[in-house]
């Protein structure tokens, strides 16, 4: 079993800062990406930033130039450094992994990820 525990989270004034760290303990396994997803209460789980085993990245278009995702390979960690947050952001984020060989592939379905973490909460204030 793999467990992908996050951190980080917390509460922020808008504008201010915060970053998302994501361990991927447990079992030995390939890691082809990974992804950090976000929810918020009555609204439908959406991709916030991923990035593959070669460092391809996508981001959705609300968070452009203001959140950064980034990995460390050997300790199987991703990163997501969230600038000038706005209240919008507030949400649970989830971090998810995609097991596989790392093709460089990068996913951006929900269906694609195998594992997924507890979440972390982010609030904004106003």
């Known amino acids: 079993q793999v467990q992908p525990v996050e951190s980080g989270g917390g509460l922020v004034q808008a504008g201010g800062s915060l970053r998302l760290s994501c361990a991927a303990s447990g079992s030995i396994f390939m890691i082809n990406a990974m992804g950090w997803y976000r929810q918020a209460p009555g609204k439908e789980r959406e991709l916030v930033a991923a990035?593959?085993?070669?460092?391809?990245?996508y981001y959705r278009d609300s968070v452009k130039g203001r959140f950064t995702i980034s990995k460390e390979n050997a300790k199987r960690t991703v990163y997501l450094q969230m600038n000038s947050l706005k209240p919008e952001d507030t949400a649970m984020y989830y971090c998810?992994?995609?097991?596989?060989?790392?093709?460089?592939?990068?996913?951006?379905?929900?269906?694609?990820?195998?594992?997924w973490g507890q979440g972390t909460q982010v609030t904004v204030s106003s």
């Open positions: 990035i593959s085993s070669g460092g391809s990245t």
């Open positions: 998810a992994v995609d097991a596989g060989p790392p093709l460089n592939t990068l996913p951006l379905k929900a269906a694609e990820y195998d594992y």
